[in-house]
């Protein structure tokens, strides 16, 4: 661990950042634990993948023929973030915890995946507005 403050975060707070700010919010969580336990290799490929993995899905959302439940996608890729988190982390945040350490808040989990969500929700519909020409 860098340091005695350090924060890690668990596989069900990387899913509820999945659910609310999609996949690079919790990408962006999972990175906070690499860094914690000191591979930010790591920590900058997971973030990489989110930022695909977001704009796989918004591409995809347009071949999502109609009537296609529209929880069925968010509830898919938050589940599998979160086995994925419990397979890398979900042991290592476990002993971090029982030997002391701290998980991140549930509040700042939220409050920073609700961020993401808006950031991505400009990203996109300003990229939406540019290629229709509108301004």
């Known amino acids: 661990m860098e340091s005695a403050t350090q924060k890690l975060y668990s596989p ?6 999945s659910v609310i700010g999609g ?6 969580f999972f990175a906070r634990n690499y860094r914690g336990l000191g591979k930010p290799g790591s920590a900058t490929k997971c973030l990489v993948w989110g930022s695909v993995g977001t704009v796989a899905l ?6 999502v023929p109609k009537g296609f439940p529209h929880m069925v ?3 898919g890729y938050s589940i599998g973030l979160r086995e994925v988190a419990k397979q890398i ?8 915890v029982a030997a002391g350490g ?5 509040w700042a989990v939220a409050g920073i995946s609700f961020l993401f969500l808006i950031g991505i929700f ?4 300003g990229c939406f507005l540019s290629l229709t020409g509108q301004t």
């Open 89 to 96: 982390h979900g042991n290592t945040v476990t002993e971090y």
């Open 23 to 28: 996949p690079l919010a919790a990408c962006w």
């Open 12 to 17: 069900q707070q990387i899913c509820l950042a």
């Open 122 to 125: 400009v990203v996109f519909f």
């Open 102 to 106: 701290r998980l991140g808040s549930w």
């Open 58 to 63: 918004f591409v995809a959302a347009f071949f």
């Open 73 to 75: 996608i968010p509830l």
